[in-house]
């Protein structure tokens, strides 16, 4: 079976705004079969963003899980994902999951995987997929180096990843709060 290369999701924080950017290509081996797939979306009252890369389902799964866990504890954020971690690390089914999420509200900027990582970034970028080290490095340099707005430096960063990483392509979807 071929597998399935999608996606770049890049989560910034800058001058006061939140922004998750995602791509829209989806490539089976050498093939792309869709351009404009939706990564990232709304949760819990539409104050998460969360986004993701890997295997559609099992994403769609952890979405699931993680707006349950956000219900459960009032839209707390840390200590939902916290919990996702932790189930997703010893469930039985939830392990053999192979998907990365990114999760953004007011207070935290997460990236969670499925070995237990709940991991905040010190500069407030984190990005995740197969273009994710290229997003994050566009988006470290014009933090740094221009005076654009958190929307601008996502999507210049990802028009960069998109011209450098064959798995992703240039249909970007900005979600902000």
Same mark, same amino acid.
């Given at each position: 079976?071929?597998? /399935? !290369?999608?996606? @770049?999701?890049? +989560? *910034?924080r800058h001058k006061n705004e939140i922004v998750v950017a995602g791509d829209g290509q989806v490539s089976l081996g050498p093939t792309i079969i869709k351009h404009q797939a939706r990564k990232v979306? !709304?949760?819990?009252?539409?104050?998460? /963003? @969360?986004?993701f890369a890997g295997s559609t389902a099992d994403a769609l799964t952890l979405y699931d899980k993680l707006e349950q866990k956000l219900e459960q504890f009032n839209?707390? *954020?840390? !200590?939902?994902a916290v919990e996702l971690a932790k189930d997703w690390r010893t469930d039985k089914y939830l392990r !053999? *999951?192979? =998907?990365? *999420? /990114?999760?953004v509200n007011e207070e935290s900027s997460l990236l969670l995987s499925g070995t237990g990582d709940v991991i905040e970034a010190d500069d407030g970028i984190l990005a995740i997929g197969s273009g994710g080290p290229y997003a994050q +490095? +566009? =988006?470290t340099a014009l933090v740094r180096h221009?005076?654009?707005? +958190?929307?601008s430096i996502a999507? %210049? %960063?990802?028009?960069? %990843?998109?011209?450098i990483c064959v798995y992703t392509n240039q249909q970007i979807i900005i979600e902000k709060i």
């Open positions: 079976m071929q597998q /399935i !290369r999608s996606t @770049t999701i890049l +989560a *910034l979306r !709304r949760l819990y009252h539409d104050k998460v /963003i @969360t986004g839209g707390n *954020l840390l !200590r939902s !053999r *999951l192979e =998907a990365m *999420l /990114i999760a +490095a +566009a =988006a221009s005076d654009l707005d +958190a929307e999507r %210049a %960063a990802m028009e960069i %990843a998109g011209s």
